[in-house]
């Protein structure tokens, strides 16, 4: 009875606590809210709740690591990270063996020029492989490597995709980190960076204005410390509904676990305005009449031309003083 009382108490006084929101993703009519869950660690059933226009609706709530996973692996190839190399392949392959079942990947290799070392698949034993060919070489080139990354997997939902940067570099090698951030964001992808690098604030913008973060690898890298790149994301969560039709809009959410409540206020930005109507289909008009203009105006100058050649203008001496005609209309 005592345990029971207990058990009663624990649930009835359970804290609602604030709901830790790492981005918020908006594409075709979809909103995904990636949110952290770490702080509920009693097993159990979890939902969601969006309050839209004073109505609670059940959302869907899915964890980010999933089947239907993108993963995208940056590895620093480069001659001046060949030390770190193994580290970052021992990581990658760790990673991608452990991830759900079904989940796509890719491999990008960061020395100059940048190219996908193993096209995307779903079998970890061909990312493993094409991992263990890896030899360090060139120079290298990061910020190449970056575009091709947030370019892979462009039929993926937004919030369905992940670029993991394994990487000694301290910067991007060109773009500010919220250019880099930036580019991530419009792509839908999550960004998460391991390095070894004394980076500043450069990787952690970039990669938590994303809903992602930095994961700080030492020196020397002990593979086991970039478990923590797995271990983190395990604690995320993907909160997913429709897009409400009228925007700015804040939507509260509600998450509940077997211990917490989280709760969080999440601000949806204006919807992006539409092209003005009407400017299409005058270009689509207007070409073709300046086409016609151009050919008659052309006609002309040849019919012109013939007829100076047939019949030279009479020499004329006129008195007084010049004018110059109005210009016609066009």
Avoid: C, N
């Avoid at 009875?1 to 594409?27: D, E, H, Q, S």
């Avoid at 991007?172 to 070894?196: H, I, K, N």
């Avoid at 809009?249 to 077997?258: E, K, Q, S």
Wanted: no cysteine; aromatic share 4%; hydrophobic share 50%.
């Amino acid at each position: 009875m005592a345990a029971l009382i207990l058990a009663l108490a624990g649930t009835a006084f359970a804290g609602t606590v604030p709901l830790p929101v790492g981005t918020v993703f908006t594409a075709d009519g979809q909103t995904s809210v990636l949110v952290d869950l770490s702080a509920s660690t009693r097993p159990g059933p979890r939902s969601a709740e969006v309050t839209v226009d004073g109505a609670g609706r059940a959302a869907e709530l899915v964890p980010f690591l999933s089947g239907d996973l993108a993963v995208t692996i940056v590895a620093d190839t480069s001659a001046a990270g060949a030390g770190t190399l193994p580290a970052w392949l021992s990581a990658g392959a760790r990673f991608m063996l452990e991830a759900p079942v079904g989940t796509r990947a890719t491999v990008i290799g960061d020395s100059a020029p940048a190219a996908v070392i193993a096209p995307p698949q779903q079998d970890p034993s061909g990312i493993v492989a094409a991992l263990e060919a890896v030899r360090p070489h060139g120079a290298r080139d990061t910020a190449a490597a970056l575009t091709l990354a947030a370019q892979q997997f462009p039929d993926v939902p937004a919030g369905r995709k992940l670029t993991v940067v394994y990487t000694g570099a301290a910067d991007a090698g060109g773009p500010s980190a919220t250019a880099v951030a930036d580019r991530f964001r419009a792509a839908g992808v999550v960004l998460v960076v391991a390095t070894t690098a004394d980076a500043g604030r450069f990787w952690t913008t970039a990669a938590e204005a994303t809903g992602g973060f930095l994961a700080p690898a030492g020196r020397p890298v002990v593979v086991p410390a970039l478990d923590q790149v797995q271990t983190t994301l395990r604690g995320r969560y993907l909160i997913r509904f429709p897009t409400p039709a009228r925007r700015p809009a804040v939507v509260p959410l509600r998450v509940t676990t077997a211990d917490l409540t989280l709760t969080a206020d999440v601000r949806l930005p204006a919807a992006a305005p539409d092209r003005p109507p009407g400017r299409r289909t005058l270009r689509l008009v207007a070409a073709p009449v300046a086409v016609a203009v151009i050919v008659g105006l052309g006609g002309w100058a040849l019919w012109h031309r013939s007829r100076r050649r047939r019949r030279p203008p009479p020499i004329v001496v006129a008195h007084g003083r010049a004018t110059v005609p109005p210009p016609r209309d066009r």
